[in-house]
Nanobody, 123 residues
Framework: EVQLQAFGGGLVQPGGFLRLSCVAS????????MSWLRQTQGKGLERVAD???????AYVGSAKGRFTISRDNGKSTLYLQMSDLQPEDTPEYYC?????????????????WGRGTQVTVSS
């Protein structure tokens, strides 16, 4: 059974940093593209960062230059290192596995999702 478990959210001051983690089980993490997404009020689900099965990465919008997505295949863990966090980075973050079916976001389908981890940026 495929499972994704995301954790690492919390309360941080503006300008601070956090590292989110997502542990994958039930499949070979390295064989699939994965993404971090976030749920914002009024905007719905939005992609934050992608890592492909060849480890190429892509970032969306304000994540460029501030966030880094990476993966430790030996630990089957996906990471999102976030720096210079701002109040608009506040929503719940999800890790998700790309697939051929499932929820579509930005033209990409995700068939497995981790439970969200809440990031709150506030002074």
């Amino acid at each position: 059974e495929v499972q994704l478990q995301a954790f690492g959210g919390g309360l941080v001051q503006p300008g601070g940093f956090l590292r989110l983690s997502c542990v994958a089980s039930g499949y070979a993490c390295k064989d699939f593209a994965m993404s971090w997404l976030r749920q914002t009020q009024g905007k719905g689900l939005e992609r934050v960062a992608d890592i492909m099965n060849d480890d190429k990465t892509a970032y969306v919008g304000s994540a460029k230059g501030r966030f880094t997505i990476s993966r430790d295949n030996g630990k089957s863990t996906l990471y999102l290192q976030m720096s210079d966090l701002q109040p608009e980075d506040t929503p719940e973050y999800y890790c998700a596995k790309r697939g051929f079916r499932g929820t579509e976001v930005d033209g990409r389908r995700y068939d497995y999702w981790g439970r969200g981890t809440q990031v709150t940026v506030s002074s």
